[in-house]
């Protein structure tokens, strides 16, 4: 029930509709949650109403550092499976 | 799908079991309860527990707004769509659900009622609207992330005057859960569930923030960390977990910033406050009755409330004695210590409400472990 995916705003409509992408998907949703979004944000949608903004900023943050990780420690997924008994 | 594939690259996956690996004290256990079913399903999905070590155990918790349901309430939706002058809105999950005497909302549609399904609460009101000769009733289920568009409809219903339009409201709170959990004898006394940490469910987090955790953490000494969906997002958060109770630690940490703030929605909040307010008690499946951990629609907008203009009745059920959903929900037995899981109990053929939804630990066990657990 509580699945939520994160979208990209492409268009904003009366009423608070917007219209959101995710993977090439379009869809309407609704933005009366949340106060002065823009197109090109990001919000997370569930059942038709985004719920939160996306913070793209925090998003990156963490996306740096999970790079970082992946290129001091990590090994290609396969390894994953021969360490698994 | 940026923030969608980057939460999911295998080699970080990979280094970030490998540091779990390195901070897990041999000589303890670690047990960790997810809340959210949907973590329990990210969680088998991406094959988190073959990541981390032995002694990291994770249980599942009752964060499944579809198992938690009492049965009772369930038929109570279809006796409602049993009137012909009625259209029951339904979000798909509940269509499948087994109701007393092998019904669901699924029979009652077969046999000619008229059950729709709804993507979101909008739909409802369009439904509403389109059928103005017929009474047209949301079936309102879920968490606080699914409270907030009821609440909308019903306040658009009264903007528009919408006479035909009412809502049966299901919603319950997800912190009063972790506290009935936290005081239930297998926990508090027997001794057969240990939570010692909590992954908390960041979507419901984006609506209530995460102050509401922190008396959890304070009162019962219980670290929780706001966890976002992705497999990198549940391999961090449990890595803040195993780190807090290395130190000694007892706190709400966030990991999903990118998604949830202290105070969480605030404007989804006031909406919420200003059309539901909290039941003195709500019945659960397999938690009981749980004092104020339910909602329902305040008197000034009581005309949209179902269980008013139908004057709903709620009547007791038994439970199928073989189904141990109950139990599965508290976190006190596995899915796989059920006789008829994967047996008379399957996706197709569900006898309890855990192995249909898509949050549900049953369904999940069947779908990604039922061969892993058979050795």
Redesign the interface.
């Known amino acids: ?6 979208a990209r705003v492409e268009e904003l409509h009366d009423f608070d509709q917007a219209t959101v992408e ?2 090439g998907v379009r869809s309407k949703c ?1 933005l ?4 002065d979004v823009e197109v090109g944000d ?1 919000v ?1 949608v ?4 985004a ?6 900023e ?2 990156e943050r ?2 740096a550092l ?2 970082e ?2 290129e ?6 396969d ?2 499976y021969s360490g ?1 008994s | 799908m940026r923030y969608i594939q980057g939460f999911r690259d295998g080699r970080t996956a990979h280094a970030l079991s490998r540091l779990i690996a390195d901070e897990v004290q041999t000589d303890r256990d670690y047990h960790l309860m997810e809340f959210c079913g949907g973590h329990t399903h990210a969680v088998f999905r991406h094959g988190i527990p073959d990541l981390l070590p032995d002694n990291v155990k994770l249980v599942h918790g009752p964060g499944c707004p579809v198992c938690v349901l009492p049965v009772s309430r369930l038929d109570m939706a279809i006796e409602l769509a049993g009137d012909d002058n009625v259209i029951l809105a339904s979000y798909g999950d509940m269509l499948r659900v087994p109701a007393s005497r092998r019904n669901s909302l699924l029979n009652a549609r077969a046999r000619g009622k008229d059950v729709r399904v709804v993507q979101s609460a909008v739909e409802a009101l369009e439904l509403a609207r389109a059928n103005p000769d017929r009474e047209v009733v949301l079936f309102a289920i879920g968490f606080e992330t699914t409270t907030p568009p009821t609440a909308l409809a019903i306040k658009q219903a009264a903007a528009m005057d919408l006479s035909n339009f009412s809502v049966f409201c299901n919603h319950v709170l997800t912190p009063s859960a972790i506290q009935s959990i936290l005081d239930s004898p297998e926990v508090r006394r027997l001794g057969q569930v240990r939570v010692d940490g909590f992954l908390g469910p960041s979507h419901v987090s984006t609506i209530i923030g995460s102050a509401p955790y922190e008396f959890f953490a304070a009162e019962y000494q219980r670290p929780v960390v706001i966890a976002g969906f992705e497999p990198l997002d549940v391999l961090t958060s449990i890595r803040m977990l195993i780190r807090q109770m290395n130190d000694g630690r007892a706190e709400v940490e966030n990991q999903f910033l990118r998604g949830v703030s202290r105070d969480g929605n605030e404007k989804a909040k006031a909406l919420v406050a200003d059309v539901l307010e909290l039941r003195p008690d709500f019945a659960w499946r397999g938690l009981g009755h749980v004092p104020y951990s339910g909602l329902r629609i305040k008197r000034e907008y009581r005309r949209f409330d179902a269980e008013k203009r139908f004057e709903m009745v709620e009547r007791e059920v038994r439970e199928n004695a073989a189904c141990q959903c109950p139990a599965v929900i508290r976190g006190v037995k596995k899915p796989t210590d059920c006789e008829i899981f994967g047996t008379v109990c399957t996706p197709r053929n569900p006898i309890g409400s855990c192995m249909v939804s898509d949050e549900g630990a049953c369904a999940a066990y069947y779908r990604y472990r039922r061969y892993a657990e058979a050795g």
Do not use: N, Q, W
């Open positions: 029930m509580c699945l939520a995916v994160p995710v993977g609704s009366a949650f949340l106060d990001y997370i569930h059942v038709g109403h719920i939160t903004r996306l913070d793209v925090e998003a963490s996306l999970f790079r990780l992946a001091k420690l990590g090994e290609s997924p390894a994953i698994v």
